[in-house]
């Protein structure tokens, strides 16, 4: 899959390429609207992104564990190296202690993630400050050719790039799961 991204101000005409790109096929797990106008965009029944994805938090605190493997792995190494685990009290502290500095590591990263916007969003931000909007959507390659009819046709749409896309199994995930609960009771 491929995310392609796209800049304008006009919720309206995002609201009939959404309607489009879903009758062409594109799911709604695919479509997604960021803007700081949150308000708006659910007045328009648009495909907002959720508020946790704005910011860094899921990548933030993939470099926080990575970071806390190593300080880990570091406890536990010095603490062989120096002897420590020789005590009466053994490996068992030493372990604590590198399980704590993991979580407090991957705890720090969410933290510091919190207080900042998504790695694959920052390029946008003048742009939200200004009151754009921005419509991105991850396609197949067996969708290109009907999304591209979709751009087409609206041509108030200022193209603004490719990127990596989520994985096919999250999206076709997420289309079986909403399946189901429309037809549960």
Not at 52 to 61: G, Y
Not at 103 to 127: D, S, Y
Not at 167 to 173: A, E, K, L, S
Request: proline letters at 3%; glycine letters at 8%.
């Amino acid at each position: 899959m491929l995310r392609h991204y796209y800049i304008t101000d006009d919720l309206d005409d995002l609201e009939l390429v959404e309607q489009e790109l879903e009758a062409e096929g594109i799911t709604e797990p695919q479509i997604h609207i960021l803007s700081e106008n949150d308000t708006e965009v659910e007045n328009h029944h648009l495909h907002e992104v959720e508020a946790v994805l704005k910011q860094d938090v899921v990548h933030s605190t993939e470099v926080g564990a990575m970071v806390g493997v190593v300080g880990a792995a570091l406890t536990l190494l010095v603490s062989y190296l120096m002897g420590w685990t020789e005590s009466s009290a053994g490996w068992l502290p030493v372990i604590f202690l590198a399980i704590i500095v993991l979580g407090f590591c991957t705890w720090e990263g969410g933290f510091i993630g919190i207080q900042k916007p998504n790695v694959n969003f920052e390029r946008f931000q003048e742009l939200l400050h200004k009151g754009k909007h921005i419509l991105f959507v991850d396609v197949d390659a067996n969708q290109e050719q009907a999304f591209s009819k979709v751009i087409k046709a609206h041509p108030a749409l200022e193209a603004a790039g490719t990127g990596a896309a989520t994985p096919r199994w999250v999206v076709r995930g997420q289309d079986k799961f909403r399946s189901f609960m429309k037809t549960m009771p």
